[in-house]
Nanobody, 123 residues
Framework: QVQLVESGGGLVQAGGSLRLSCAASGRTGSIIIMGWFRQAPGKEREFVASINWSFGVPDYVDSVKGRFTISRDTAKNTVYLQMNSLKPEDTAVYYC????????????????WGQGTQVTVAS
């Protein structure tokens, strides 16, 4: 099992930037894909981005392409989500999670989850 801890959330004005971090511990050698999801109030949790742990290949949902960048530091067992040009609709709790399946975009395909970090974008 992998333990995940997110950080870096906060309140930002529209057009601003935030960088989220997710630190992994435990069985980090088993990590294949790490992803970010978000859940806004009253909405289902949705996929944001994922990255292949070994090769660094990213995958993004269309709504964040060109604004968000996912990256990882394998030495630190940490995945990042750089979020630029933030919009009020990006407001949500952001979660990181692990999966064995490349291209996975549903929460049922992910196993280990962090506790989430709140991102609020003010208009």
């Amino acid at each position: 099992q992998v333990q995940l801890v997110e950080s870096g959330g906060g309140l930002v004005q529209a057009g601003g930037s935030l960088r989220l971090s997710c630190a992994a511990s435990g069985r980090t050698g088993s990590i294949i894909i790490m992803g970010w999801f978000r859940q806004a109030p009253g909405k289902e949790r949705e996929f944001v981005a994922s990255i292949n742990w070994s090769f660094g290949v990213p995958d993004y949902v269309d709504s964040v392409k060109g604004r968000f960048t996912i990256s990882r530091d394998t030495a630190k067992n940490t995945v990042y989500l750089q979020m630029n040009s933030l919009k009020p609709e990006d407001t949500a709790v952001y979660y990181c999670a692990t999966t064995k399946f490349w291209g996975a975009r549903t929460q049922n395909e992910y196993t280990d989850w962090g506790q989430g970090t709140q991102v609020t974008v003010a208009s």
